[in-house]
């Protein structure tokens, strides 16, 4: 399966009413654009825009011209995190995740802009130790620890036949247990 087709399969979160842009075109256009350095709305549409038709029709979009900020901000707006994620996740895997490669589970922060007008993103990831794959996310809430949110990212992985390493936070009873029972053993670091 390609990036193109695995991010055809993400449920498009609009209304069939009023849809010029395929929402499978939209994120290519922003996974490209990341790829070549654009890190905001504006930066994607412009990348869309200097890139012309035939990057266009390419990212499959039926008309030359790509989607605007403000379309870019609608759909981002409402697109559901979690299933974009497992598409991408799905498709890496299908890049290279080696049968036996072990997975670790750590907590990140993501650092936000604008001081504290948009504080950062604090999540829980599951990433493949050699070929440092994310296999999945799972934002952790406000009134959450990574612990709380390991449940979340665990019910989302295959771990059949893999070694899952984390920190001393994971290192309790109920976390090896679904663990195992997924299929995967647990060692800590």
């Known amino acids: 399966m390609t990036l193109k087709e695995a991010l055809d399969l993400v449920p498009d979160p609009r209304s069939r009413q009023g849809r010029r842009h395929s929402l499978g075109a939209i994120l290519a256009l922003a996974t490209c654009a990341m790829l070549c350095g654009a890190r905001s709305l504006y930066a994607i549409a412009q990348w869309g825009r200097d890139q012309g038709a035939p990057t266009a029709q390419a990212l499959g979009f039926s008309r030359d011209q790509t989607?605007?900020?403000?379309?870019?901000?609608?759909?981002?707006?409402?697109?559901?995190?979690?299933?974009?994620?497992?598409?991408?996740?799905r498709w890496l895997q299908e890049r290279g995740l080696k049968a036996s490669e072990a997975v670790a589970v750590d907590g990140?922060?993501?650092?936000?802009?604008?001081?504290?007008?948009?504080?950062?993103v604090h999540l829980v990831a599951a990433y493949a130790h050699q070929t440092g794959i994310v296999l999945g996310q799972q934002a952790v809430g406000e009134k959450q620890n990574e612990?709380?949110?390991?449940?979340?990212?665990?019910?989302?992985?295959?771990?059949?036949?893999r070694v899952v390493t984390g920190d001393a936070l994971f290192t309790q009873r109920e976390v090896c247990r679904e663990i195992n029972r997924k299929g995967g053993t647990t060692s800590s670091r």
């Open 147 to 161: 612990l709380g949110a390991l449940a979340g990212l665990l019910s989302q992985l295959d771990l059949s036949g």
């Open 108 to 120: 990140k922060t993501l650092r936000g802009i604008h001081g504290e007008k948009l504080p950062g």
């Open 67 to 89: 989607p605007c900020v403000a379309t870019l901000h609608r759909v981002f707006r409402r697109l559901n995190g979690e299933t974009f994620e497992r598409a991408l996740g």
